[in-house]
């Protein structure tokens, strides 16, 4: 069967009860969590230490999404905390393929995100280097954003270069996924989706993960 992923991002959580938060998720495939530094992005979330807490007492994967500065320097370290996954942005990155392999060896699949206006051509070429590529449906460094229809045609041809290197690539969208805007990025060729209020605004989260995977399963290309 065909990948079909969702990681409920605990932006959209209650940090005051974080472990019951990811408790309240256990049936997704991994819980995504945002590390912000307010200079790459303008928001400030959480580091290594609180990564370190989560990780321990988490049921599922953790999927980091780096949107910080100097991430050649800080990422390994989020990898080495046994992060399952640990996704850095091409913007970011000084020597992206060196920082996928560093993820790699301490064992962390490596993503690779870039905004909605970055070019997705420049990167194609990673792709033997990379476990995820996440394209980015809203401007990184706040929850609740509205799903930018104009990345869907970045998205077709990312699926479109991941198919052809062999489909090991996970595809991820992340921004403004609802029941609604779900279908159109599983159209495009995502098959691993972060959810924030879409879970975490529910009366039961478990439910909503089921219904966005049954319908993005339903709409995948």
């Known amino acids: 069967m065909s990948r079909c992923d969702i990681h409920p991002s605990i932006l959209s959580a209650d940090f005051s009860r974080l472990a019951q938060e990811l408790e ?9 969590v945002d590390v912000m ?31 910080i500065e100097d ?8 990898a080495e905390a046994g992060c399952a996954s640990v996704t850095f942005h091409a913007e970011a990155a000084a020597a992206p393929i060196k920082l996928a ?3 790699r060896a301490a064992g ?27 394209v980015m449906t809203v401007e990184p460094g706040f929850g609740g954003q509205k799903f930018l229809d104009v990345t869907l045609p970045k998205l077709r041809r990312a699926a479109q270069a991941v198919k052809a290197h062999g ?4 595809l991820q969208v992340d921004g403004g996924i609802t029941e609604e805007t779900i279908v159109r990025a599983a159209e495009a060729g995502a098959d691993t989706f972060v ?7 529910k009366d039961d989260p478990g439910a ?14």
């Open 24 to 32: 309240r998720i256990c049936g997704a495939d991994a819980a995504h």
């Open 37 to 67: 530094d307010n200079h790459f992005v303008p928001n400030l979330t959480l580091g290594l230490p609180v990564v370190e807490s989560l990780q321990a007492v988490s049921p599922i994967p953790l999927d980091l999404h780096l949107m």
């Open 71 to 78: 991430p050649d320097r800080w990422a390994p370290a989020y």
């Open 101 to 103: 392999r560093e993820l």
């Open 108 to 134: 962390a699949k490596a993503g690779l995100a870039v905004r909605p206006a970055t070019p997705i051509e420049p990167y194609l070429d990673l792709l033997p280097e990379l476990d995820m590529l996440l």
């Open 167 to 170: 489909g090991t690539v996970a």
């Open 195 to 201: 959810a924030g209020s879409a879970v975490y605004g």
């Open 208 to 221: 909503a993960i089921a219904a966005l995977r049954e319908t993005a399963r339903a709409h995948m290309a």
